[in-house]
């Protein structure tokens, strides 16, 4: 992993200077490196749509758009912020196991290429409401939860009991149901088998078994195969005993499961999610050290953020604390160096941003900077505990630094609150 104390030719200690700490950098020239070095890689039958999820910001996502990435929305809020983003209505979905009648009605009336159906139940919602409005042949992709398992996954998200999408066996045993709506159009089928893949040949095991789960679906229940999501989940290496995937094998043994598919099903869109892979590299968390301090035996760093903004970094819900790659951003980082758990400003013990790591020595107001950040940051984690708020977000692009979000302020913090007057007695 390689690491550099700037971006675009600005330094991040004088970043942090103009907009204080904690503080969320994005370099818009890996988010470029990174999407055009898949693209280029996958064959042109082969759409990319960005998972916000990963990274909600409304410039993060126009600029993933200005390259020619669709966009995957999992929330009201994410669609509107997908279509100010200038996405395309055509190139995006909407999927969930949790819908609600404000978002289903939104996905009808901004015309989206589909929204992907989780259950049976929610189709006939769906139908039913097409119904009401007067429309019919509403776009829809069946989420499947396959039979078979993932390969590789560091979360696997189907192949076993989930609340994601549609048991394959239900689906296969749901033909009259699904043959029975009338505004619905099920134009195809939607997989999503896991998160943080790290190996080339798992990817390509699993999109195959998508396909071929797809293309037997839609010949068992009746309906053409137009657009199959085959969920993508690349991972990124985080920690010391993890390597980034082969992306030229990937490239090539995705071309060998897809050309085929392709030309069996010509009219058939095919689409690959991504979040965490298109954005992670890309952004750094940049922390200021309060205070330098022992504790029987150990060095603790106690730094401005943490689980707050970065908990995906502070591994809560890991089985095992691993640590992020972090670094000093100091002119002494190449001293001598010694080890130090970095931690947040929290009252919990879990606020360990990283456990025991060799740094330089640390300084109360030394900058320090956990790496490949970009992707489940602070909408991932508890911004309001302790009332602290959400940090500052800059993106830098063309060597110039753009704040896509303003640090939370008491004001905002306090702004949605109501005082009651308990002086005043009740009447």
Known sequence: MTSKSDIQGNEMSALAEEFGTPLFLYDA?????????????LPDTADIFYSLKANPNVSVCALLNSFGAGAEVS???ELVTALRAGVAPEDIIFLGPGKDERELTACVEAGIHAIVCESLDELDQLDALLATAGRDGFPVLLRVNPAFGSKGSGLAMGGKPRQFGIDEAELRDAKHRVAALRNIRVQGVHAYMGTRFLHHEDVVHNTRQILATAEDLAGHLGFPLETVDFGGGLGVAYFDNE???DLDALGTGLAEVLAPFSARNPHCRMIMELGRFLTATAGTYIVRARYVKNSMGESFVVADGGTNHHMAAVGVGSFVKRNFPIRHLEDRAAGETRRYSVTGPLCTPNDVLAKKVRLPEVRPGDLL?????????????????????????VLVHDGRAHLIRERDTTEDLLAKQHLVDFRTPST
């Open 369 to 393: 900077a956990v790496e490949r950040s970009g992707a489940y940051g602070p909408t991932a984690s508890p911004g309001l505990f302790l009332s602290h708020g959400f940090p500052a977000e």
């Open 75 to 77: 929330s009201y809020v």
């Open 29 to 41: 020239d890996i988010l470029a490196d990174t999407y055009h070095g898949l693209r280029d890689l």
């Open 243 to 245: 390597e980034d995937l």
